[in-house]
Structure formats: structure tokens, C-alpha cells
């Protein structure tokens, strides 16, 4: 008589995902996307460690944990991934936020604190996001600070997309529009206070490409030194920036040192360096002179 197999209780699927080869947070976290339950519901898992599993789960389970060990990422599984308290929605048309790329944000948050105070009839605060992706630098300064004006370029139709929905979703008031780097603006007036970027820097020939083959190369890979698009910015944004405004770049593990000479090279000040949270060189900014006449 063929035996059928006995259904598995949560505690044991578990330990089955973790003996196919899955880390334990990923089996966690898709375990919970088939049940339904929020990402932050790993403690209920412990509570229900006894609950049966449906056949009909256990067999949508199988085929993510597949999807996963096949190198996937977990967020275009799921189908969201939370950056700054923010859940957004991602898919294969965006590169997946990283929790690295905070530390741009909070960089740019306190630029934008030590703006000299305003006179009320001065223009908004207002920043720019450059190749926004899923949306998430713009939204997460946005909903930081609701009276921000801020705006998301993207040279992919695609992306803007994904960038939209999070916008409307969230609720998020944020300005969205096609092109490459700043000539996606859509008033080429504008001047911003802040502009931001966590553009492709990954040079084209880099090993740790071969790793992100789901992502879009687009998102990722900038010419022979990784740098070809963070000198476009670099010479693009002095004339779109306010006296004093910030422009704020992510960038490879090994290019801060270059990203800081092309910086001063443009004509920027204040010209540093911020660790990312495994304590590398991630982002390098500077101010554009406060008595810059255009
Ligand atoms: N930080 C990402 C990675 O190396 C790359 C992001 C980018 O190219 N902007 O995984």
C-alpha cells in the first residue's frame, strides 16, 4: 500500500526548507508569505510551530524554495521588500533595495536639516532622486518629511512604473519622469536643495555581477571602471543644485576614494565619505559652493 506522506507541522517544514539548503530567515520569511502573514510575523511562526500545513501550501512552498535556492532574490519572490519602515512592492524590473542605501537617506535627511531656515516666501525644500528604481530613496524623504517637493528620474519606463504604484500606494506625493540622469527632468529650470543617487556602479567586467543575474543589468553595471555613470552626475548636477545644495552618490566598495576627486574635480565642497552599516565607504557627497552663481 503506498504510504502517504504525514502532513508537516510548521516546526517541520521549517527544518525541511533549512536541510534543502535554505538559510533559516529565507524559510522563515517564505513560509510566511504562504500563509499569508505579514514579514514581521516571525515570533507567530514559533507560537504555531504545531499548525498543520495544506498540502496545497506545502506544494506553492516547494516551488518558491526552489525559485530560491536557485538564486532568486527573496524580495522578487514575495513580491515586496521593506527599506526605511517602507514596504515596498519590487519585481524583476527594479534592483532590490538594500539596507546599505540607508545610509544615503539619513545622510540626506541631514543635509537637508542644515538648510539655513527659510523665509516664508521662499521655494520648497526640494530633492531629487536620480534612477529611483522601485521608488525607495524618494519615498523613504518623503515620508520622512511630508513638505518636502521631491522628484524620481528613471531612464526606465519600466522601473518608473514600480516607482508609481509604491507612490500611489504609500500614499507618497513624488514627481516621477523618464530620461537619463538629469535631462530626465521634466522643468530643466528646477534647482534642488539635495539631489541624491544610488546609480549602476559595478564594473562591467566584476565577478560579483555574475551573482546578481536576476536584477536588471541596467540598474547595476556602469562601463569599465563602474564610474561612467556617477561622472555623468557628477558634471550633470552643479547646475540643477541651489547654493549650498548637496549631491549625495552611492557607490561601490573600492570607489569612494575616486568619487571623492571627481567631486572636488566638479567644483564641489565639504567633499566626504559615509560608511555603510558593514562600516565600507558607500556614499560620498559635497555641497556646491553657497555664493555658486550659475
Ligand atoms: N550595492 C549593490 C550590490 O553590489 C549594487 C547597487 C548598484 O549598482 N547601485 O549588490
Not at 506522506?5 to 508569505?33: F, I, S, W
Not at 542605501?101 to 539619513?106: D, G, Q
Not at 534612477?131 to 517637493?149: C, E
Request: charged letters at 15%; aromatic letters at 4%.
Amino acid at each position: 500500500m503506498p504510504t502517504v506522506p504525514a502532513p508537516e507541522n510548521l516546526a517541520q517544514t521549517l527544518a525541511a526548507l533549512q536541510a534543502a539548503g535554505l538559510e533559516r530567515l529565507d524559510a522563515q520569511l517564505l513560509l510566511l508569505h504562504v500563509l499569508g502573514q505579514p514579514p514581521h510575523q516571525r515570533g507567530w511562526l514559533l507560537t504555531h510551530d504545531t499548525d498543520l500545513l495544506s498540502p496545497e501550501r506545502a506544494t506553492v512552498l516547494k516551488l518558491l524554495a526552489q525559485r530560491r535556492l536557485s538564486g532568486e532574490p527573496l524580495a522578487y519572490i514575495t513580491g515586496q521588500k521593506e527599506f526605511f519602515g517602507l514596504m515596498l512592492q519590487v519585481d524583476a524590473r527594479v534592483l532590490v533595495p538594500r539596507p546599505d542605501t540607508e545610509t544615503l537617506v539619513n545622510w540626506a535627511r541631514e543635509a537637508l536639516a542644515e538648510l539655513p531656515e527659510k523665509t516664508h516666501n521662499s521655494q520648497p525644500t526640494r530633492v531629487l532622486d536620480l534612477g529611483t528604481g522601485s521608488g525607495a530613496i524618494a519615498l523613504a524623504l518623503k515620508a520622512s518629511q511630508t513638505a518636502l517637493q521631491v522628484h524620481a528620474i528613471d531612464v526606465s519606463a519600466d522601473a518608473l512604473a514600480v516607482a508609481r504604484a509604491n507612490a500611489q500606494l504609500l500614499k507618497l506625493d513624488v514627481t516621477c519622469s523618464q530620461g537619463a540622469w538629469l535631462a530626465g527632468l521634466s522643468n530643466n529650470a528646477l534647482k534642488f536643495d539635495c539631489i541624491v543617487s544610488n546609480p549602476p556602479y559595478i564594473a562591467s567586467l566584476d565577478p560579483h555581477l555574475a551573482a546578481l543575474t536576476h536584477e536588471p543589468l541596467q540598474a547595476l553595471a556602469s562601463g569599465a571602471d563602474g564610474l561612467d555613470d556617477l561622472r555623468l552626475i557628477i558634471v550633470q548636477a552643479p547646475s540643477h543644485l541651489k547654493p549650498g545644495g548637496w549631491l549625495l552618490l552611492e557607490h561601490g566598495y573600492d570607489q569612494a576614494a575616486a568619487v571623492r576627486n571627481l567631486l572636488s574635480a566638479a567644483g564641489f565642497m565639504q567633499v566626504q565619505s559615509r560608511c555603510d552599516l558593514a562600516g565600507i565607504e558607500r556614499c560620498s557627497g559635497g555641497q556646491l559652493n553657497p555664493t555658486h552663481t550659475p
